[in-house]
């Protein structure tokens, strides 16, 4: 699901607009606005809801502690800050000038998230996965920004 959201479905969602004409033809453009509606927006936005309702899940599977009470009010409050800017990823969509706001709050997010998970020792396949892709979508929404404030498309 991680891949699938942060790389498959924008990477697709930008092609797919790229190859019907729509929009900009502008590849940086719409990988800014595809990474961020998908990566930063249903991402963030899904996994603020994972970690609002099943946060034991989240402390166990993901954080790797027992999934004791006393870490669910942290985890479930992650979990609002991850629905908060989630929303606001998919309301680029239609608010266009939301998309480089998202893509500097969501991609600083996964850059340091990304960055914090490459020191912790021990990681399985799918803590892999989740490092690698919040490195990879951090990199694009990172080009994403500078080309926008360096050259002051929209």
């Known amino acids: 699901m991680v891949l699938g959201l942060m790389i498959v479905a924008p990477i697709v969602s930008v092609v797919s607009e790229f190859s019907a ?61 991850n629905l908060g800017v989630g929303l606001i990823g998919i309301l680029s969509l239609p608010l266009s000038g939301w998309i480089v706001p998202a893509a500097v709050a969501g991609g600083l997010f996964l850059g340091l998230s990304g960055i914090r998970h ?7 396949t799918k803590e892999w996965i989740a490092t690698l892709s919040d490195l990879v979508v951090f990199l694009v929404l990172l080009a994403f920004v500078l080309y926008v404030w360096i050259s002051g498309a929209s």
Do not use: C
């Open 21 to 81: 004409g729509g929009g900009t033809g502008d590849l940086l453009l719409l990988a800014g606005k595809w990474f961020v509606f998908w990566a930063v927006g249903v991402r963030l936005l899904t996994a603020g809801l994972s970690q609002i309702l099943r946060p034991g899940f989240t402390a166990s599977s993901i954080l790797g502690t027992n999934p004791d009470r006393s870490v669910f009010q942290i985890v479930q409050e992650l979990g609002f800050a």
């Open 118 to 124: 490459i020191a912790k020792p021990g990681k399985n």
